[in-house]
């Protein structure tokens, strides 16, 4: 099914310290070359398409700022970000965290899980909490250039 996801009115102010705006915030874990790999696919399907973004991995580095610096940066990011999108590759709990802040503080929040099929499984927090998910590059691609995606059917869990 092909549909145009409605995006959420932003309920609660959010204040931009850095007068920075990214279109995104590229959210997902890093910590493996196969989840770099996805990440690397997904930032540059968005940046073919001209989008700024906010990448965690590379603009807060918790070795050298430490971990109150680095969340304080990465939510910083969420709120100087249009919107974000979240790679679900894995179920990490910083990505999910990012979802949840971003949807709390009323931003537009879209999920990639490239390969996901229709009776695919993800968690109802998720699968409620995000405007659209896109089941591979293609349909991301799609969606940047049309507004239209592939909405898959989602086993509820």
Same mark, same amino acid.
């Given at each position: ?8 009115r932003?309920?609660?102010?959010v ?16 910590f493996? =070359?196969?989840?770099v ?7 540059a399907?968005?940046?073919? #398409?001209?989008?700024k ?5 590379f603009?807060s ?5 430490g971990?109150?610096?680095c ?11 249009k ?6 590759i ?9 979802i949840?802040?971003? #949807?709390?503080?009323?931003?537009p929040?879209?999920a ?9 499984a993800?968690?109802?927090?998720i699968?409620?909490?995000v ?5 591979s590059?293609?349909d991301?691609a ?6 239209? #995606?592939?909405? =898959?059917?989602?086993?509820d869990?």
């Amino acid at each position: 099914m092909i549909r145009t996801p409605t995006m959420r009115r932003m309920t609660n102010t959010v204040t931009n310290t850095t007068n920075t705006e990214y279109d995104f915030y590229a959210a997902g874990p890093f910590f493996n =070359p196969a989840e770099v790999t996805s990440m690397e696919r997904l930032e540059a399907t968005l940046e073919s #398409h001209g989008k700024k973004l906010f990448k965690p991995r590379f603009e807060s580095d918790l070795a050298a700022i430490g971990a109150k610096a680095c969340f304080e940066a990465d939510v910083e990011g969420i709120r100087s970000a249009k919107a974000v999108i979240a790679n679900l590759i894995d179920d990490d709990p910083g990505t999910m965290f990012e979802i949840g802040y971003a #949807h709390g503080i009323g931003k537009p929040v879209y999920a990639y899980l490239d390969g996901l099929k229709d009776g695919g499984a993800v968690n109802i927090m998720i699968s409620q909490s995000v405007d659209a998910i896109f089941t591979s590059a293609e349909d991301l691609a799609r969606f940047l250039e049309t507004g239209e #995606h592939t909405d =898959p059917v989602l086993k509820d869990f």
